[in-house]
């Protein structure tokens, strides 16, 4: 599920139902239970030591999940140590500055978590998708990104990338749930509904940035996202893995202990 450097990856080899080894839910739960604790450990390591940052973008079509892998990943973490930024259309001010201006701003410092719902990857997406911009500027960003990426994990960010790839026909599901329920009416919106027309051209405009900007030091992750708890299980997975490659120490004290009397 990892793309490897320079190759050309084509969305319908992948199936967003895959579920790996795992047959049910019911074989996952407990795995993943097991990463949360773990991963609520490794939050702890990363912002004692304060020496790297984790950056976590997600991406994916509409309805693909990325609200709810925030909240089932993150679930056993300290909010302290969390930053979730969840990027917009862009407004006059940062449409006045270079495209990664906003984005900059907002990746996680040292001993902490960023996650990015939407990301700098949204200026090779939809702006390509409805010619916002013309295509020699959105061409030349594709080294731009790979560029500011590898600046910030020279500089101690770590950059976990995940496409949450589910089918048209899921997504229509999915539409459907929310127009059932009367608590999910706030998340219904008619541009989702619209934005279907532009499926097939978003998935070539999401090939070509899976493709270019999935690079040693920042790769990316292709999830099945059919099912959700599969979609959770993977991205925990992958988080703690890294974390994990840091071997991580708490920090010495900053006094001697021995001398220290409570009275």
Not at 229 to 248: D, F, G
Request: aromatic share 10%; net charge positive; with cysteine.
């Amino acid at each position: 599920m990892r793309v490897k450097p320079g190759s050309k990856v084509s969305l319908k080899k992948f199936d967003a139902n895959d579920t790996g080894s795992y047959a049910s839910q019911q074989q996952a739960d407990k795995p993943l239970l097991k990463l949360l604790d773990e991963l609520g450990r490794l939050q702890n390591l990363l912002y004692a030591q304060n020496k790297h940052a984790l950056l976590i973008i997600l991406q994916g079509m509409d309805t693909s999940g990325k609200d709810g892998t925030i909240r089932h990943v993150i679930s056993n973490v300290s909010p302290l140590g969390v930053d979730v930024k969840a990027f917009k259309a862009p407004t006059e001010e940062e449409l006045a500055h270079d495209f990664l201006w906003r984005v900059h701003k907002a990746v996680p410092r040292h001993g902490s978590i960023g996650i990015f719902n939407r990301s700098h990857y949204e200026d090779v997406l939809v702006v390509r998708v409805h010619d916002l911009v013309p295509r020699k500027a959105w061409k030349t960003r594709y080294d731009q990104i790979n560029s500011f990426e590898r600046s910030l994990t020279r500089n101690g960010v770590i950059i976990l990338k995940f496409f949450l790839h589910i089918s048209k026909s899921e997504q229509r599901e999915r539409l459907k749930q929310r127009l059932a329920d009367p608590t999910r009416y706030w998340k219904f919106s008619l541009n989702d509904v619209e934005e279907r027309q532009y499926w097939s051209s978003y998935r070539k405009a999401y090939e070509d940035a899976l493709s270019m900007c999935s690079t040693k030091w920042a790769p990316w992750h292709i999830v099945p996202a059919n099912h959700k708890w599969y979609r959770n299980l993977v991205v925990a997975e992958t988080i703690v893995k890294s974390l994990q490659e840091l071997k991580m120490e708490y920090p010495p004290p900053s006094v001697d202990l021995s001398k220290v009397v409570i009275e």
